[in-house]
């Protein structure tokens, strides 16, 4: 039998996380701009707690602990976000937690991490070896792996993503999901067809790590090779069992995406919205030339990060003020 979500659990973890996640917006397409249709519109999980959907999962996993396993602690393996997302949920629930993340991490990543956790520690080039680092210290320390999606509790909380569209969107008829690992795409998905089974489920990968498409063509979990692509959360080598068998249930198609589309759609996003976004979270803007959205009444784009690195726009705007003589030297930004 298929690995399946039950939309119950999908229903359950909304409602344990509630308290602890924000409900984020939709917005419609930009005015005075024939870039996209009026009808399209954006959901900014980007402005959730943690800056991305990482939050729903962790919460939803943390928050069934028990007082011993939150006592040991919590790990994670993380490109970035679920680090990100897994620091912050423990220290608001008073969990330590130790986050695994790659070597080559950018200082921003590894800065966002430790915010909310010294201890983080630096591991592989890329983060399957990250997590296989991490997974070996969790069963060594008997604290728990928290996986960034190959697990129930995080599929499920991921899924509340799902509903929360279909309650803002309820004439929903097409969604575009960016895909890492699978587990956004798999709990959404789960939500959203078992509710409405008409919506249109479109994933979006760089063509630099497909890794749902190329175990989907292999009709099983099949690794990359090698991964390579700026969008570090979206670059994990395999998806798992569990968001595989989801994805062959619910989704459509998938869209690849290069790097220099998605660099593209950060300005666009940035000019048309004010959004400062990562490259895997405007993955799906890149996408929208190859979909005929006047096929569709109610179409969703889901930006799902926003941990984007923004130092250099502070750094232009202090050194001019510096040369203006408006901002003391001794004031730094660091």
């Not at 399209?40 to 919460?59: D, H, T």
């Not at 510096?322 to 003391?328: D, F, I, P």
Request: with cysteine; net charge negative; hydrophobic share 45%.
């Amino acid at each position: 039998m298929p690995y399946t979500m039950p939309l119950d659990q999908i229903r359950q973890a909304r409602e344990r996380i509630r308290p602890y996640v924000r409900h984020t917006p939709l917005a419609p397409a930009p005015h005075l701009t024939s870039d996209v249709p009026a009808h399209l519109r954006l959901k900014l999980e980007n402005l959730q707690v943690g800056g991305s959907f990482k939050a729903r999962g962790v919460f939803n996993t943390l928050l069934q602990l028990d007082d011993e396993a939150r006592r040991r602690g919590v790990v994670a393996a993380s490109g970035g976000n679920h680090g990100v997302a897994l620091a912050y949920g423990a220290y608001t629930l008073g969990i330590p937690a130790t986050i695994f993340l790659p070597a080559a991490s950018t200082p921003d990543r590894i800065a966002r991490v430790k915010r909310w956790t010294e201890d983080v520690q630096l591991v592989g080039s890329v983060w399957d070896e990250a997590h296989a680092a991490a997974s070996e210290f969790a069963a060594a320390q008997g604290m728990v792996y928290v996986h960034p999606f190959d697990a129930d509790a995080t599929i499920a909380g991921q899924g509340t993503l799902g509903l929360e569209l279909l309650d803002d969107l309820p004439d929903l008829d097409c969604v575009l999901i960016a895909i890492g690992g699978g587990g956004l795409i798999a709990g959404m998905s789960a939500a959203i067809r078992q509710v409405k089974p008409s919506v249109r489920i479109i994933g979006v990968e760089p063509t630099g790590a497909p890794s749902l498409q190329h175990s989907l063509d292999a009709g099983k979990v099949e690794p990359l090779p090698e991964v390579v692509t700026i969008a570090e959360t979206l670059a994990p080598r395999s998806v798992s069992t569990r968001t595989l068998e989801l994805a062959q249930q619910y989704v459509d198609e998938i869209l690849l995406v290069d790097d220099g589309a998605m660099i593209d759609s950060m300005r666009w996003l940035w000019l048309h919205y004010n959004q400062l976004v990562e490259p895997s979270g405007v993955a799906v803007i890149a996408a929208l030339p190859q979909v005929d959205l006047a096929a569709y009444r109610c179409p969703v784009a889901l930006i799902c990060g926003g941990n984007a690195a923004a130092d250099s726009v502070f750094d232009y705007y202090s050194e001019a003020a510096l040369k203006k003589g408006s901002l003391s030297p001794k004031v730094t930004t660091s």
